[in-house]
């Protein structure tokens, strides 16, 4: 892979996130290490500037375009851009030199512009606020290892042979999706994307996680939560609103982001009244000890339903406990089913866990 990292820190897939405020002045200096030109176009982004000068396509001798901005020269050279933060929401930011090639290899990265003075808000409609304890962001991408090879050595490819077998949430397959923030035996894909929520309660938890999802890919990623619906409040850094801003945002269980494109969401869970794993658990009746799948670790599995038990049922030999304090798992996956999938072995891929705990959190045990 090739990606964005911070200088003098290690490298990193995808890039860094960068969180600005709207009106704000960025800047951004490019140092490449490349063998050949690379630059940042910052798509949504009004009138970027490059050496202070306006940035601009580049052609080469015969006049044919080869980057859609101005580039740093390759072994070392350096270009700093420059522009006022746009419009809140959600950006990639990407290569434009030899898009098809860089953006594979994994020049990309996502800008979330916060409006002025609400950082809880997506946007900056009062109905966009989120808990920012619950704040996620899912990078989506792909990664065809034969392009990647060829590149290594330094041979062309057909680019009409192209097919992906490696599909990603912020540079990561599952299971390693699940991992946490900065997981010490992922040093170079430091984000995670398990999502830790818990159930709406007007009084204890009333505001939605804000999930926000980038394509940075060739395809549609449908991606797919299972158990709830979301919320989709904006695109493109555009809210979902009419002209006189009416609400138009919609609850949808598919969020089908497209390439190049943003999408946001807000998910809230609502399914309070089963929630005590203590003097309520879900009336469930846990199969017999031989139809559960135990391990990988000290737990136990079954499927046909999301409750995984409670703590203190039947339990194996040298198991401790069913879960950790009563709360669910869900999947959350793309629906494409080949991208949940690393190199066609099922279950990977563009795949994640949510996680939703008790009503009352989930205490240490
Ligand atoms: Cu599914």
């Known amino acids: 892979m090739w990606s964005f990292g911070n200088s003098g820190g290690v490298f990193q897939l995808p890039g860094p996130t960068l969180c600005v405020e709207s009106g704000a002045k960025v800047t951004v200096a490019l140092h490449n290490a490349l063998p050949e030109p690379t630059s940042i176009i910052f798509p949504g982004q009004p009138q970027v500037l490059a050496g202070g000068q306006p940035a601009q396509p580049e052609n080469d001798a015969t006049g044919n375009l080869t980057s859609l901005t101005t580039t740093a020269a390759p072994n070392g050279g350096s270009t700093t851009y420059t522009f006022t933060a746009g419009a809140p929401g959600t950006y990639l ?188 658990p879900i009336p469930v009746q846990l199969p017999q000890l031989q139809d559960q799948v135990v391990g990988p670790g000290t737990e136990t599995w079954f499927s046909e339903n999301p409750y995984l038990g409670y703590t203190g049922g039947q339990l194996p030999p040298g198991v401790v406990q069913n879960n950790q304090c009563g709360e669910y798992y869900h999947v959350a996956h793309s629906h494409a089913l080949e991208q949940s999938t690393n190199y066609g072995a099922s279950f990977g891929g563009m795949m994640t866990l949510i996680r939703i705990d008790p009503p009352v959190g989930c205490p240490a045990p």
């Not at 090639?101 to 003075?117: E, S, T, W």
């Not at 009333?206 to 060739?218: C, E, M």
Request: glycine content about 8%; overall charge negative; cysteine-free.
């Open 93 to 280: 930011y990407q290569s434009g030199t030899d898009v098809q090639k860089q953006q594979q290899m994994g020049l990309f990265g996502a800008l979330v512009v916060r409006p002025k003075g609400h950082p809880d808000q997506e946007n900056e409609r009062a109905d966009s606020l989120f808990d920012p304890a619950r704040e996620y962001l899912y990078m989506l991408s792909e990664v065809d290892p034969d392009a990647h090879l060829a590149v290594e050595r330094g041979r062309g490819y057909d680019w009409t042979k192209y097919k992906a077998r490696y599909f990603m949430i912020n540079g990561r397959s599952m299971p390693d999706t699940i991992a946490p923030n900065r997981a010490a035996w992922l040093p170079n894909q430091p984000y995670g994307s398990l999502i830790h929520i818990r159930p709406y309660d007007a009084a204890t938890n009333p505001r939605s996680a804000l999930i926000r999802y980038l394509n940075a890919g060739v395809t549609s990623y449908p991606f797919h939560p299972h158990g709830s619906d979301e919320q989709l409040i904006a695109r493109d850094g555009h809210p979902a609103q009419g002209p006189a801003g009416q609400d138009l945002s919609y609850s949808n269980f598919l969020i089908d982001v497209a390439p190049g494109q943003t999408v946001d969401t807000l998910m809230t869970w609502r399914d309070s009244e089963h929630w005590d794993p203590v003097t309520n």
